[in-house]
């Protein structure tokens, strides 16, 4: 039996008195997130209502032009759940092919999706490999670029029967990554004051992928010219960094 000041408690009431104080906790938890995830959300959900579609997205980006749509399958698009999204191929001046991905995902409220964590931007290391390629370790780096404020760019090269594609790719979610238990622990601590932008944000994208042709060098160097002249038309569709901090 347990003893609470003058009363005696039986093993069940104690249990019962435990299970009611949980309840009243858990219960004042949800409506401090409710309300601090609510008005987060309701303020990205009209600040994002002002972007353009990726529809309407220009047919020139820098001296490249774009020349066919190549369609995400509907199997990828039922699964990431993705607000807006257009895949690209365009050829550039010395007949460089360039296919360009774009990805958008409106601010999404969490309790009303099947799977959140596994909604958002996936990482083209895991994609590609998924998908028969195999990286090269020597075409692999990760830079902060001058070009493109606030982003972790990842550069890649990838193989598959004897064809290359050069690589770049960056998203909202390498922000997200955690680097140790500490720190992942830290950040959910931090969700009391702070929404986790996972899922109140807007979630994005982007991968440039180039054909090699001639040489890795040659085809890094067109991706990184066409992802340089990309770059500054993105904010406009919602995609990047800076506008959404």
């Known amino acids: 039996k347990a003893v609470v000041g003058r009363y005696t408690l039986t093993p069940l009431v104690a249990v019962g008195v435990i299970c009611?104080?949980?309840?009243?906790?858990?219960?004042?938890?949800?409506?401090?997130y409710y309300r601090l995830y609510a008005s987060m959300l309701d303020t990205n959900v009209r600040l994002a209502s002002g972007r353009k579609t990726?529809?309407?997205?220009?047919p020139e980006v820098g001296a490249y032009r774009r020349v066919q749509e190549v369609p995400i399958s509907e199997a990828a698009i039922k699964a990431l759940r993705v607000t807006d999204q257009r895949q690209s191929l365009y050829v550039g001046p010395q007949s460089e092919r360039i296919i360009v991905t774009l990805?958008?995902?409106a601010p999404r409220d969490p309790r009303h999706l099947p799977?959140?964590?596994f909604e958002g931007p996936h990482n083209m290391d895991i994609c590609y490999p998924s998908g028969g390629w195999t990286m090269l370790e020597d075409g692999k780096r990760d830079d902060r670029v001058p070009w493109l404020p606030g982003e972790l760019v990842h550069f890649r090269v990838f193989s598959r029967s004897?064809?290359?594609r050069a690589?770049?790719?960056?998203?909202?979610?390498?922000a997200f990554v955690a680097p140790s238990v500490t720190t992942r622990l830290m950040a959910m601590l931090q969700t009391w004051s702070m929404p986790h932008p996972l899922f109140v944000q807007p979630m994005y994208g982007v991968n440039v992928s180039a054909e090699v042709t001639q040489s890795v060098e040659a085809a890094g160097k067109s991706a990184q010219e066409f992802a340089e002249a990309l770059a500054p038309l993105l904010r406009e569709y919602g995609i990047g960094a800076v506008q959404m901090q």
């Open 162 to 164: 004897g064809a290359q």
């Open 115 to 117: 799977n959140p964590w």
């Open 54 to 58: 990726l529809a309407d997205f220009p």
């Open 103 to 105: 990805l958008y995902w």
């Open 167 to 174: 690589l770049l790719f960056w998203s909202s979610g390498t």
């Open 20 to 32: 009611l104080l949980c309840g009243v906790g858990a219960t004042a938890l949800e409506a401090h």
